[in-house]
């Protein structure tokens, strides 16, 4: 893991777990040795961080009161955990602990009373259980490559069990009730393919660059579908 993440992750976990954390819980949530942790520590406080505690006590993370509070509405404050809460119908783990890491440092820099209104929301997502397909590829691979605009190589098993091999322009996720569906331009095909995630039998990064035309494909896309649409 880089550095920069590492620390982040520190700072994210100090925020998110009631105060104060000892460094064993810290190591083992953020996946550290604990020499390694008291090292990170330091390297945080000596970046301006307010960590107060030390070895065998537990630490704080006072937010820095220079800093202007950010203020939301109740309404505002029960949307963004409803939201938070339903990424878990998802079935993405790494997207699920990234939205609670992002509520957390957002409940960290509200005023008290807005923050108390974040820990006791009254709304919650329920979703039943769904049958969507598991998936088999590596997601921070595909997401890593729909921001970098790089193609993709993979294998995919298509509704007629027909595999192919395709090199492709990722262009967008597409997360429904049971299905996950991956936009891209097919270079196989010279078109704009849909294609279900759970399908892809195999994927590995690619050596061609598309940027910066995914904003100009996904206009285009949607052109297409509008155009269609009109003529059906």
């Given at each position: 893991m880089a550095r920069?993440d590492?620390?982040?992750?520190?700072?994210?976990?100090?925020r998110?777990?009631p105060?104060?954390?000892?460094?064993?819980?810290l190591?083992e949530?953020t996946?550290?040795?604990?020499?390694?942790l008291?090292?990170d520590?330091?390297t945080l406080?000596?970046?301006?961080?307010?960590i107060?505690g030390?070895a065998g006590?537990g630490?704080?993370?006072t937010?820095?009161?220079?800093?202007p509070?950010?203020?939301f509405?109740?309404?505002e404050?029960?949307?963004?955990t409803?939201?938070?809460?339903?990424?878990e119908?998802?079935?993405?783990a790494?997207?699920?602990?990234?939205?609670?890491?992002a509520l957390?440092?957002?409940?960290a820099t509200?005023?008290?009373?807005?923050?108390r209104?974040?820990?006791?929301s009254?709304?919650?997502?329920?979703?039943?259980a769904?049958?969507?397909?598991?998936?088999?590829?590596?997601m921070?691979?595909?997401r890593?490559a729909?921001?970098?605009?790089t193609?993709?190589?993979m294998?995919?098993r298509d509704?007629?069990?027909?595999r192919?091999?395709?090199?492709?322009?990722?262009?967008?996720l597409?997360y429904g009730e049971?299905?996950?569906m991956?936009?891209?331009y097919?270079?196989l095909?010279?078109?704009?393919?849909?294609?279900?995630v759970a399908r892809i039998e195999?994927l590995?990064?690619g050596?061609e660059s598309f940027?910066?035309r995914r904003?100009?494909l996904l206009?285009e896309?949607?052109?297409l579908?509008?155009?269609?649409s009109?003529l059906?």
């Amino acid at each position: 893991m880089a550095r920069t993440d590492r620390l982040m992750r520190l700072m994210d976990t100090m925020r998110r777990l009631p105060a104060p954390v000892t460094a064993a819980r810290l190591a083992e949530e953020t996946g550290v040795s604990p020499r390694q942790l008291y090292r990170d520590i330091a390297t945080l406080r000596a970046g301006g961080a307010l960590i107060d505690g030390a070895a065998g006590v537990g630490y704080t993370l006072t937010e820095d009161p220079a800093l202007p509070p950010q203020s939301f509405s109740r309404l505002e404050i029960e949307a963004l955990t409803l939201a938070v809460g339903g990424l878990e119908r998802i079935g993405d783990a790494a997207l699920t602990a990234a939205g609670r890491d992002a509520l957390a440092r957002i409940i960290a820099t509200l005023p008290d009373s807005q923050s108390r209104q974040a820990l006791h929301s009254v709304m919650r997502a329920w979703f039943p259980a769904g049958h969507r397909p598991p998936v088999r590829v590596d997601m921070g691979m595909l997401r890593e490559a729909c921001w970098e605009e790089t193609s993709l190589i993979m294998t995919y098993r298509d509704l007629k069990e027909q595999r192919t091999e395709r090199t492709i322009w990722p262009l967008g996720l597409s997360y429904g009730e049971e299905t996950l569906m991956l936009l891209a331009y097919c270079r196989l095909r010279q078109d704009y393919r849909v294609f279900h995630v759970a399908r892809i039998e195999r994927l590995e990064r690619g050596t061609e660059s598309f940027r910066p035309r995914r904003v100009g494909l996904l206009r285009e896309y949607v052109a297409l579908r509008r155009r269609q649409s009109a003529l059906s």
